[in-house]
C-alpha cells in the first residue's frame, strides 16, 4: 500500500503553526477562564471585524450556529423555510427542531447551490418565512440576486457559510451576504479549531442580542430567563486557538486557491471540475469533481493511497428521517444526479506539489489519460 495522501490533514495545519497554538493554549490552561470570557470576546471581535460586521457570536457548533440564527428570527408557527435537498443534514435539521417545515428546491446543475429561480418561485407561498441558502464546498450563492428575484423583503435569508469561510462575491465576503450568516469551526474546515465551534455573524443588532442570550439558556442576567434557550457556547480554548488562525488566514486562501488552480489544469478534459463564476472569489474548503464513474473511480484511489469522500451521497429529500415530506425519488433530479457524481479529493494549504501530482497521476491513468 503507498503511503496515504489524505483528504484533509489537521495535524500538518497545528504543526506549521505549533508555536503560537499551544502558547495560546497554555495562556488559556493558565488564565482559569474556561467558559466565555474576555478570550471568547476578543475573538468575537477580531472575526466581526475580519468578515465585515457588526456582530459576531461564538457558538458551540457550526450546527448550534444554524439553529439559534433560526430560532432568534422568532418565525410564526407552521413557517416553511426553503433550502436545498444538497448539504449537510444540520441545514435542515434545525428547520424540524424548531417545528417549522423544510421546503427544498433543486440545486443548479453548474454551482451545486439553490437555483435563484426555483427558490423565488417556492417563495410565492405565503407561508414561507425564511431561506437558508447553502455556499457549497466554498462558492458562495447569489443572495443579492436570489432577494432581488423573490421580491418579498419579509422573508428572511440565512447564509450557511460552513464551508466558504473566506469566499467573496462581488468583493462582499461570505458572512455580509444575507441577514445573518453561520460559520462552523469543524477542524477541517478554512478556520478550524482543534474540536467543536461556531458562530453567527451579522449586521443585525437586535437578532444579534437575541443569539447572545438564547446560547445561556435564555438568560440576561444570570439566573434571569427571558426565553428557553440553549447551552452553546464557545469555549476560550477554541478562541484562542481560532484567533491565532485568523491571522493567518489570507495565506491559506490564496494556498488553496493554488491547489485548485493546479487541480483544474491537470485534470482538465478528463473529468469535471468546477470553475466559479466572475466576481466568485471561491474559498476551496473542498476540491469536488463529477465524474459517472466516481464509485469506480473512488475505490481505484484508495488503491492508491489517494484518500477521497463523497459531499453527499444521498440527498436530504430522501434520507428515511424526512419521508414524511412526501418527496420521492426524481423529486429534485439535479440534486440526485449531483449525489451521484460528486466525489473531493484531498485539499488542504499543507498538500504538496509533489503529492497533489500523485493525485492528478491517479486519476488519469484510471481514465486512460
Partial sequence: ???MIPLADSAAAHSELATELEAAALRILRSG????????????????DWVGVKNAIGVASGTDALLLSLAALNLPKG???????????STVSCIVRLGYEPLFVDIDPISLNLDIQKTAKACRDKAVRAVIGVDVYGDPLDYTALRKAMGRSEVRLIEDAAQ????????KRAGTLADAAIFSFFPAKNLGAAGDGGAVVTDDDELAERIRVLRVHGSKPKYFHHLVGY?????PLQAALLRVK?????????????????????????????????????AWNYYTIMTERRDELA???????????IYYPRP?????????????????????VACERVLALPMYPQLTPENQYTVIAAIRSFFGK
Fill in 299 to 309: 475505490a481505484y484511489l484508495k488503491e492508491q493511497g489517494v484518500g477521497s469522500a
Fill in 33 to 48: 477562564r474556561y467558559i466565555l470570557g474576555p478570550e471568547v470576546a476578543a475573538f468575537e471581535e477580531e472575526l466581526a
Fill in 246 to 282: 485568523l491571522q493567518h488566514m489570507e495565506s491559506t486562501l490564496q494556498r488553496r486557491t493554488t491547489i485548485a488552480k493546479r487541480y483544474a489544469t491537470g485534470l482538465a478534459g478528463v473529468v469535471e471540475v468546477p470553475l466559479p463564476l466572475m466576481g466568485h472569489r471561491h
Fill in 1 to 3: 500500500m503507498p503511503r
Fill in 231 to 235: 447551552n452553546s457556547r464557545l469555549d
Fill in 316 to 336: 436530504l429529500h430522501l434520507q428515511p428521517c424526512f419521508s414524511y415530506l412526501g418527496y420521492g425519488a426524481g423529486s429534485f433530479p439535479e440534486a440526485e
Fill in 79 to 89: 413557517s416553511k423555510v426553503v433550502t436545498t435537498p444538497f448539504t449537510f443534514f
Fill in 164 to 171: 466558504s469561510f473566506g469566499a467573496e462575491l462581488d468583493g
